[in-house]
């Protein structure tokens, strides 16, 4: 079957799957095996040891690949896990490029691992893309984006700086976790990998650890490939399966997190116990309209400033929910509220932190699929 003919929707469900060939299950059987018979030495099926490659984990890669107009797919045990690999492809004296307002692992990553190693990063502000010009130099190779950014939702022009990275030689890495392939495609925008924690919208249930990095460059798809199987940073088939079941249903649920998210931003917009809303979906969000044209929709995401909240009072509140989970990620069915400064984002020093807008007083919303008057009751019975 052509997969790549069909609608998002049709390839989520089909994409990289058929029918068992032994069997005829429609659904792609978990393969709990770590090692596999060969014929004679080097002649195989094309599997030999499970850390290099697994039918249940290939059928999911090529899934991941057809959602996001990708050639290539690698899955890894966690986000962080595919990020390193994107790392490890540098060498010491080589230089980064990335957003002033990143997830903290990977900013821990960056500067707690990696600068040890001799690789040097730049923390800058990516609402202009002309911002990275003045620290391009012969030792940049790697430009970092998140978009749209975690936890105020910047929005950074994947296709202007695919532009600026093309003329550089520079390799332009998105980390398109808060959009997922449903919103944003970032291949098609001129980026050269892309990056998912799969944790989190691709999954969907808040019960599976993975990440996933995309690309169509065969050179650098033989880099990642390389390091994905000697480094071992793979996810086992059981979490591979959870995956592709998830992925089954990810229009369906992209779609119900962007309308409940229309209805909290447009409900907290002009609360009075709220200083301040960061949703992409505002026309005076900046670079609104960016978004508009690289995004299909705005998402499930939406990080809000309490007004006049001391520390004491934003933890009161970030505690006080029924249908809101305090708790860390997102992108579950579930909608989940967390405090960035001393969650997610704690491994950041609080001067860079607040540097970004990520305050004291901050609360990051992942707005799930329950019954929207279930969650506007909630906001309205802590907020007041």
Request: proline letters at 5%; glycine letters at 8%; a negative charge.
């Amino acid at each position: 079957m052509n997969h790549s003919a069909f609608k998002f929707g049709t390839r989520a469900i089909h994409a990289g799957q058929e029918p068992d060939p032994t069997t005829g299950a429609v659904m792609t059987p978990i393969y709990q095996t770590s090692t596999y018979w060969q014929e004679s030495p080097g002649k195989h099926k094309g599997y030999a040891y499970a850390r290099g490659k697994n039918p249940t984990r290939s059928a999911l890669e090529k899934c991941l690949a057809s959602l996001e107009n990708a050639k290539y797919g690698l899955c890894f045990s966690s986000g962080m896990g595919a990020t390193d690999a994107v790392v490890k492809m540098l060498k010491p004296g080589d230089e980064v490029i990335t957003g002033n307002d990143l997830y903290g692992g990977t900013y821990r990553m960056f500067t707690k691992v990696f600068a040890n190693y001799g690789i040097k990063f730049h923390f800058i502000d990516l609402s202009n893309p002309e911002n990275i010009i003045p620290y391009v130099n012969e030792h940049t190779k790697l430009l970092w984006v998140e978009t749209p950014t975690n936890p105020t939702m910047q929005i950074v022009d994947i296709a202007s700086c695919a532009a600026i990275a093309k003329t550089h030689h520079i390799t332009f890495a998105v980390d398109n976790t808060f959009a997922s392939p449903y919103l944003q495609n970032p291949l098609d925008l001129g980026a050269d990998i892309v990056m998912h924690s799969v944790t989190k919208y691709l999954g969907g249930h808040s019960d599976v650890v993975m990440g996933a990095l995309l690309t169509s460059d065969d050179k650098l798809y033989e880099q990642l490939s390389f390091i994905h199987n000697s480094c071992g940073a793979t996810p086992g088939p059981m979490d591979s399966f959870l995956v592709l079941r998830g992925l089954k249903t990810l229009h369906l649920r992209m779609k119900a997190h962007c309308e409940n998210g229309k209805q909290v931003a447009l409900f907290l917009k002009d609360h009075p116990a709220i200083e301040k809303v960061y949703w992409p979906g505002f026309i005076e969000h900046p670079n609104h309209e960016i978004a508009k044209n690289q995004m299909r929709d705005f998402g499930g995401m939406i990080s809000i400033v309490l007004k006049n909240a001391d520390l004491h009072k934003t933890f009161d509140i970030a505690s006080g929910f029924e249908v809101f989970t305090l708790a860390e990620s997102l992108g579950g069915v579930e909608s989940l509220i967390n405090h960035p400064a001393t969650m997610t984002h704690a491994s950041i020093p609080k001067e860079e932190r607040e540097k970004a807008g990520v305050v004291d007083n901050l609360l990051r919303l992942s707005v799930g699929v329950e019954d929207i008057e279930d969650i506007l009751q909630d906001l309205k019975r802590v907020l007041g």
